[in-house]
């Protein structure tokens, strides 16, 4: 039973590019959540996806957006890049919306912006 | 707005040593409470949860309560092992905000033989 798998695992982009980030979530969950962890910081909540929508978002520009596949799988894009956007991203899954359902994480995509 | 605030790190135990990691929250609503780890190299996992007040989580030796009047969420261990070594983040969420986990910033355990 496959986990919560996110590609790519590392990523080095320019200022002012476009990036990417996907998830695939645990089998059975078709909940998407989606963090940004600084170095030494706990995970801030970005958005998070349920039935192609989403539900919920964190204090997080329009820079960051965001999509869900009928097969629960999600994409995180970041547009016109800064330096502070470099970080981990964690995707999680989840089952339903919840809130006594734990988070399934991801290993994480590592974003550097140069 | 919601928060969760981590005795601050890093912690550096000898093996066999018992083990406190404090975490006190503050939240709007009726929160469920978690711990997560990460060991190194890998994701956050689900170290153990508590869903209402003096509720009890438990898991691999770990055990915390959830304390209402104290709005704490303390994790304890009896006696350490270096496999424990990594990083503990205590979360919480709220049933008006499904899925919108607050995390602390994390606490580094390393424990050394």
């Known amino acids: 039973d496959a986990g919560v798998t996110q590609s790519p695992t590392h990523l080095i982009k320019t200022r002012g590019q476009q990036v990417t980030l996907r998830c695939s979530p645990k089998?059975?969950?078709?909940?998407v959540s989606w963090y940004q962890q600084a170095l030494g910081q706990g995970p801030q909540f970005i958005f998070q996806y349920y039935e192609e929508e989403e539900r919920q978002r964190g204090n997080f520009p329009d820079r960051f957006s965001g999509h869900q596949f009928p097969n629960y799988s999600s994409e995180l894009n970041v547009n016109a890049l800064l330096l502070g956007d470099s970080a981990l991203y964690l995707c999680?899954?989840?089952?339903?919306?919840?809130?006594?359902?734990?988070?399934?994480f991801g290993n994480g995509t590592r974003l550097t912006v140069t | 707005g919601n928060s969760v605030t981590q005795m601050e790190g890093p912690v550096t135990l000898s093996e066999e040593a018992f083990l406190t990691i404090n975490c006190t929250y503050t939240?709007?609503?009726?929160?469920?409470l978690f711990w997560y780890v990460q060991y190194p190299g890998e994701g956050l996992q689900l170290l153990l949860k508590?869903?209402?007040?003096?509720d009890k989580g438990s898991n691999k030796g770990f055990e915390a309560t959830y304390r209402k009047e104290t709005t704490s969420f303390h994790l304890e261990k009896g006696s350490v092992q270096v496999s424990d070594s990594a990083v503990y983040f205590c979360a919480l969420s709220v049933r008006t905000n499904a899925g919108k986990s607050t995390f602390g910033d994390g606490t580094t355990l390393t424990v050394k033989p």
């Open positions: 089998s059975g969950h078709d909940t």
């Open positions: 939240a709007t609503g009726y929160p469920s």
């Open positions: 508590a869903t209402k007040a003096d």
């Open positions: 999680a899954s989840s089952q339903g919306r919840e809130p006594n359902s734990p988070l399934h």
